[in-house]
């Protein structure tokens, strides 16, 4: 007998059933995938909503190897957390490919969070140096928790360092996390405080210009962003993008929409082949991550359909699984 309910999953039910190491191979899988062409992610559609200074990203994926069809739609609002709202809110629909029925539908906040922490989970094992010890976090808002989980869960992190421009935000994030994976964070007091001796940088912030100065990013530094999606915006200064080694998720995306990268190029400092490779490519070991211990290595995401819908296709079956979510039949008898 063919289901015909959809499987309602919230927030908490993702988590239950997904923890970041699980979420960072799911995600190692989707930009493998991605790289080689063998799951269909259509250009995202833009819509501004310059009245509420909103924006509504949509994003179509197909997933042949697990049957899943899928739509993304994440609103990002600028005035939200002034009114105690999420910046971002999200639904993730999922569909049979095989008849085009619809099976899941999850709150794609915590999904897009836990894909994008893992996306730099990944780029943090396979790029910053071993031995890294000491993380500095940009922002300390939604995205920053699962950042840090996913930095935690592939390096032995000592300290880190979080800087956030609302000071009592950073206090609060801070003594939440370091309860929650016990160990060290401290508030830094400015950008170029959190850097010291960092060996590894993670940006996700709301600003639209850099967040730190080149003068205080060391060599051997790994750097992930993921904050700017506009291509007028951007959270790293062009010159540490020009003396980095740079990584992204999708090149055809980052040339698109990526500030940190679009804005050099435009100033002359570089061209497109300054991207070395996605990261799926060096997941792959078809191109090679840091190749030694002094350089500076810069990943940017702006976040591709491919890890929401191979995230989404693990959780709805663990989900079902377990018997988590709720059902929900939209048909008539
Ligand atoms: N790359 C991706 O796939 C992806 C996915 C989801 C969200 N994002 C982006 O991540 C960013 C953060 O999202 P969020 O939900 O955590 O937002 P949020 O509003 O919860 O938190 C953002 C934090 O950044 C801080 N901030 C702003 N400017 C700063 C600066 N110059 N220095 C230090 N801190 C600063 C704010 O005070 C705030 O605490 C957004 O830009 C969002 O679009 C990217």
């Known amino acids: 007998m063919v289901e015909r309910k959809v499987r309602l999953l919230s927030s908490a039910d993702i988590l239950q059933v997904c923890s970041m190491k699980e979420a960072i191979e799911a995600v190692r899988r989707a930009f493998i995938l991605a790289s080689e062409g ?68 999850l709150e794609a906040g915590t999904l897009t969070a836990l894909r994008t922490g893992a996306a730099c989970g990944l780029a943090t094992e396979l790029l910053s140096r071993p031995e890294s010890q000491r993380l500095a976090l940009f922002g300390a808002g939604f995205q920053a928790r699962f950042q840090l989980e996913a930095v935690v869960a592939v390096r032995k992190i000592e300290e880190v360092r979080v800087f956030d421009q609302d000071k009592e935000r950073a206090e609060v994030f801070a003594r939440k996390m370091s309860e929650r994976l016990s160990i060290r964070l401290k508030v830094a007091g400015s950008a170029q405080e959190a850097l010291e001796n960092a060996d590894i940088v993670s940006t996700a912030t709301t600003s639209k210009t850099p967040v730190f100065d080149d003068k205080d990013i060391k060599p051997g530094v790994h750097i992930n962003a993921i904050g700017s999606y506009k291509p007028e915006e951007r959270e790293v200064p062009s010159l540490t993008v020009a003396r980095a080694r740079v990584f992204v998720d999708s090149r055809d995306m980052a040339l698109e929409e990526a500030g940190d990268l679009i804005i050099p190029m435009k100033e002359g400092l570089f061209g497109p082949e300054h991207i070395e490779a996605e990261i799926g490519e060096v997941a792959s070991r078809k191109k090679s991550g840091r190749l030694s211990a002094e350089e500076i290595t810069f990943f940017k995401t702006v976040g591709i359909a491919a890890q929401d819908i191979v995230l989404a296709s693990i959780v709805l079956q663990k989900a079902i699984e377990k018997g988590l979510g709720y059902l929900f039949d939209f048909y008539e008898g």
């Open 38 to 105: 063998k799951v269909e992610v259509p250009t995202r559609t833009r819509l501004d909503v310059p009245e509420a200074r909103g924006t509504s990203l949509i994003m179509p994926s197909y997933l042949p190897e697990a049957g899943k069809l899928g739509v993304k739609i994440i609103n990002l609002y600028e005035d939200n957390p002034a009114k105690g709202l999420p910046f971002s809110q999200a639904l993730m629909l999922v569909f049979e490919a095989s008849d085009g029925r619809p099976s899941g539908i």
